[in-house]
């Protein structure tokens, strides 16, 4: 199982930006995708989630900014960013649990990071 993430990029302080995640390979089921993110010297801190039926939480500091979606046909994650501001500056990265055949149990698989910096 592969994730990818993309739509990372610079910014301007109140622009938006649109993140992507897709997985590939042998997927059986998905029971959750979300965004994490890790600034310079921080720790990585959930920003997103959403579970497969919809079920859906933010971090404090992005709720009514950003919005998580999935396409489950797609096995895509994505996160709307909106009202950007530099403190949201980081390497942002996508997170799946799911298992890859029915006799798996579920496992959390990783992309590989999108940076994304917002100018002031």
């Known amino acids: 199982v592969q994730l990818q993430a993309s739509g990372g990029g610079l910014v301007q302080a109140g622009g938006s930006l649109r993140l992507s995640c897709a997985a590939s390979?042998?997927?059986?089921?998905?029971?959750?995708m979300g965004w994490y993110r890790q600034a310079p010297g921080k720790q990585r801190e959930l920003v997103a989630g959403?579970?497969?039926?919809?079920?859906?939480n933010y971090a404090d500091s992005v709720k009514g900014r950003f919005t998580i979606s999935s396409s489950n046909a797609k096995n895509t994650a994505y996160l709307q960013m909106n009202s950007l501001k530099p403190e949201d500056t980081a390497v942002y990265y996508c997170?799946?649990?799911?298992?890859?055949?029915?006799?798996?149990?579920?496992?959390?698989?990783w992309g590989q990071g999108t940076q994304v910096t917002v100018s002031s």
């Open positions: 997170k799946f649990n799911l298992r890859s055949t029915w006799r798996d149990p579920y496992y959390d698989y």
């Open positions: 959403i579970t497969t039926v919809g079920s859906t």
């Open positions: 390979g042998s997927i059986f089921s998905i029971n959750a």
